[in-house]
């Protein structure tokens, strides 16, 4: 019974805007009569009585968490799709627009940013992919002793830690204006000696 709420039967009833008022009726936004009896009949053939929104919310959030139970994070590129056709990874980068803009408030609640975040979502990407790349610079200067790091050099997870540290020399040197750098960021890989010369030089 997730009726469209323009729909007509085909003897002009207008179903789609009297399921809206039921379920107005219901949760008392509108007035008007609505039995306990009325309220059984309905649950009966089967009233959806959240609205489109709550459905989208229900559907792509159980979409969420078996992802995460799949692949232990909810890293969700933007063009993955669920093998039953949910754009997932649409949907997570729509509410990180959401929750960057501070709009749809009704939509992403205290309650439901709280619920994301115990599934390990991930707000703001960029931030995230410099932790890791961070704690992989941390772990390679433990290990080698230095940030001397080959161009082809991934770590065993398969971080490419070579690109991102020449992808990081260039932005230093302001040949990556995608991408600039903090300084903080800086000063942070100065820390561990990081070598902002090119490699040829």
Known sequence: LEVAYRYKTPDGYSLGHWILTQKRVRSGETPGLLSAER???????GMVWNG??????????AAAK?????????????T???PNG??????????????????????????????L??????????DHLWQQYYGACLTYRRSHGNLDVPLKYATA????LGAWI?????????????????????????DLGMIWDRRND
């Open 39 to 45: 309220i059984a009949k309905l649950d009966a053939i």
């Open 86 to 115: 949910l754009r997932l990874g649409a949907w997570i980068a729509q509410l990180r627009s959401i929750r960057k803009s501070g709009n749809q408030r009704r939509y992403l609640t205290p309650e439901r940013i709280k619920m």
């Open 52 to 61: 489109y929104r709550d459905l989208s919310w229900e559907r792509n959030f």
């Open 66 to 78: 078996e992802y995460r139970d799949t692949f232990g994070n909810l890293n969700v590129i933007a």
């Open 157 to 160: 997870d398969g971080l490419r």
């Open 117 to 126: 975040d115990e599934l390990g979502m991930v707000w703001n990407v960029s």
């Open 80 to 82: 993955y799709t669920t």
């Open 166 to 190: 020449n992808g990081i020399r260039r932005a230093y040197q302001n040949q990556n204006g995608s991408y600039q750098l903090s300084p903080e960021q800086i000063r942070a890989l100065d």
